[in-house]
Structures are given as structure tokens and as C-alpha cells.
């Protein structure tokens, strides 16, 4: 048994470290979730700061748009030209994103200064392509509400997921220590 852990050191730290991670800024955002209950921010300060930024960039690209709380769920409505066209829940703001792309980078963590800075500007990457991907979901949904499910489920998920596996495969490539250890 010995022998297969030492054999396997580094995949079972990779896992350990991304769980822990994982689990720690997990809890951390819960209670931040709970704390953010009853706030001036409905229904949580990031997801209110995602709507309301996403309005702007609608106004930016000519479109009449407007955010309200939902009034009867923890959401905020996006209308455009008066037509509700989406909600924007707490699973909207990327931070459970930018979670996961944390705990992998930190699990495959290289020298000190280059991953603080690839985790900066890889979470400032993520949030804002979830602005623009919630902005042209929005449009999408305003000028073709038949295509709400591919464009929710399919295509807008395999942005935001893809272009994290991509941010993880250039920093595992580019940066990482077991990528120097291993080469």
C-alpha cells in the first residue's frame, strides 16, 4: 500500500488539495450566501452587481433593459423593451465558477506570484465572460424564446466550462510546478 501511495503521491495530493480548497471556499461562500439573507443586496450582493452590470451592457448595445427583484423567488428579473426574458439567480454571479477554478489552479499551484496573478486574472476572465454571456443569453432569449433550451442547457454552459478547461490546460502547460517536474 505504501508502495502504490508513494507511486501515486502526486495525484492523491492534486486531489486532496483541490477537495480541501473546493470545500473550504465552498463553505466560505455558503456563509456568505446565509449572511447576505436580509441585506440591502437582494438577493445577494454579487448577483445583484451581475444583473445590474449585464443591464448596462444591454443599454451599451442599444437595447431598452431593465433588472427588478422577482418577487417570488431569491432572482432578478432582466427585461428587455418590457418583455421578462430571464432570471438571474445566485448561479448566475460565477462565483461557484470561479470556486472550481481556484481549487484546480492552487491544486496544481506553481511559484507563488504567477499563480496569485493567473488566479486575479483568470476569476477577472471568468466573471467578465459571464457578464457578456449573460447579456447576448438575454438577446438571444429576447429575439428567439423557441431556442431557450439549447441556448440555456447547451451552449452558454459550454462557454462558460470551456473556457475554464482552457484557462486549466494553459496554466497546467505554461506554469504549474508538476508540469516542470514532469518534463
Avoid at 437582494?42 to 448596462?56: G, H, I, R, W
Avoid at 486549466?168 to 508540469?179: A, C
Wanted: glycine share 4%.
Amino acid at each position: 500500500m505504501k508502495a502504490l501511495f508513494l507511486k501515486y503521491k502526486s495525484v492523491v495530493t492534486f486531489i486532496l488539495t483541490f477537495l480541501t480548497v473546493y470545500f473550504i471556499l465552498t463553505l466560505v461562500y455558503k456563509f456568505y450566501l446565509d449572511y447576505s439573507e436580509g441585506s440591502i443586496y437582494y438577493p445577494d450582493y454579487f448577483t445583484n452587481l451581475v444583473s445590474k452590470q449585464c443591464n448596462v451592457l444591454l443599454h451599451a448595445v442599444g437595447y431598452d433593459a431593465s433588472v427588478i427583484p422577482h418577487p417570488d423567488e431569491p432572482s432578478m428579473k432582466l427585461i428587455i423593451n418590457d418583455k421578462f426574458v430571464a432570471r438571474v439567480v445566485e448561479g448566475c454571479n460565477s462565483i461557484s465558477v470561479i470556486i472550481l477554478f481556484i481549487s484546480f489552479i492552487i491544486a496544481f499551484a506553481g511559484k507563488f506570484k504567477a499563480t496569485f496573478l493567473y488566479l486575479l486574472s483568470g476569476s477577472v476572465l471568468i466573471y467578465t465572460v459571464n457578464l457578456l454571456r449573460i447579456v447576448i443569453l438575454s438577446i438571444g432569449l429576447y429575439n428567439y424564446p423557441w431556442r431557450r433550451e439549447i441556448l440555456h442547457t447547451v451552449i452558454f454552459p459550454l462557454i462558460i466550462y470551456g473556457m475554464v478547461f482552457l484557462l486549466w490546460m494553459f496554466w497546467v502547460n505554461r506554469f504549474s510546478k508538476i508540469e516542470k517536474a514532469n518534463a
